[in-house]
Nanobody
């Protein structure tokens, strides 16, 4: 069992930055690929970024490439999402999730989810 708790969301103006954190419980954090997804009312959950178990490989959605960076610190059981040049369309609830196996962009492959943190970008 892995418990995930996100933090760092908030209200920011367009062009600003936020850094999200996701703290994981348990001693098996490094056994999981970690991902960030976002969701807005009425829309499906959207893949944002993911990082390999060691942190050596990452992937991200085209919509955030060049603006968002995912990283992890296995010693601290924490994954981060640095978000720069934020746009109003980035407004969503951002959730982190743990994936033991399978395609990184498919939310169905993630076993554990956090409750999410709200990010609101004003124009």
């Amino acid at each position: 069992q892995v418990q995930l708790v996100e933090s760092g969301g908030g209200l920011v103006q367009a062009g600003g930055s936020l850094r999200l954190s996701c703290a994981a419980s348990g001693r098996t954090f490094s056994s999981y690929v970690m991902g960030w997804f976002r969701q807005t009312p009425g829309k499906e959950r959207e893949f944002v970024a993911a990082i390999s178990k060691s942190g050596g490989s990452t992937d991200s959605a085209d919509s955030v490439k060049g603006r968002f960076t995912i990283s992890r610190d296995n010693a601290k059981n924490t994954v981060y999402l640095q978000m720069n040049s934020l746009k109003p369309e980035d407004t969503a609830v951002y959730c982190c999730a743990a994936n033991r196996a399978g395609n990184w962009a498919n939310p169905r492959n993630y076993d554990y989810w956090g409750q999410g943190t709200q990010v609101t970008v004003s124009s």
